[in-house]
């Protein structure tokens, strides 16, 4: 963990912040860093139709995507628990489809972090090439 992961933390936990999480009061941030240096944040975005919320990772994703990037080196957690909270499992799914390079930091609002890889959260995972694999008579 480097200078820059910390700048990444600062990002999420601004991003954090603006968390609109007014059913669960559980604000998540995340900062999702380009090989080129730049850097998407994401909060999450709840519904009133609880199942349309959105994760924190999956906004800065969508944002990162949507703007043209690919190349993804670091995506930085932020939440403010003392067990460091991990992604979702919607989140891991497409972390695995979109961001499968990046290094994964955890923190929490008191400096701890812990860093941890998308093959460690997300074993066996299904994506596209089995989709590619598939038989078809
Ligand atoms: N949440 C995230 O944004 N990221 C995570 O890694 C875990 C969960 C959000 C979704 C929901 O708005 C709230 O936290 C409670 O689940």
């Known amino acids: 963990m480097n200078e820059s992961d910390n700048q990444l933390i600062e990002a999420a936990t601004a991003a954090r912040v603006r968390s609109l999480a007014p059913f669960s009061n559980f604000m998540v941030g995340a900062a999702l860093q380009t090989k080129a240096g730049k850097v998407f944040t994401g909060c999450n975005v709840e519904s009133?139709?609880?199942?349309?919320t959105?994760?924190?990772?999956?906004?800065?994703i969508w944002k990162a995507l949507s703007?043209?990037?690919?190349?993804?080196?670091?995506?930085?957690?932020?939440?403010d628990?003392?067990?460091?909270?991990?992604?979702?499992?919607?989140?891991?799914?497409?972390?695995w489809e979109f961001a499968k390079h990046a290094t994964i930091v955890l923190a929490n609002l008191h400096g701890q972090k812990e860093e941890?890889?998308?093959?460690d959260l997300l074993p066996r995972a299904f994506d596209a090439r089995f989709l590619k694999e598939a038989s078809r008579s």
């Open 48 to 52: 009133a139709s609880y199942g349309l």
């Open 54 to 60: 959105v994760c924190a990772e999956r906004v800065a």
């Open 67 to 79: 703007e043209g990037e690919r190349d993804f080196t670091n995506l930085v957690i932020v939440a």
């Open 81 to 95: 628990t003392e067990t460091l909270t991990p992604p979702c499992g919607t989140c891991r799914q497409i972390i």
């Open 116 to 119: 941890v890889l998308i093959e």
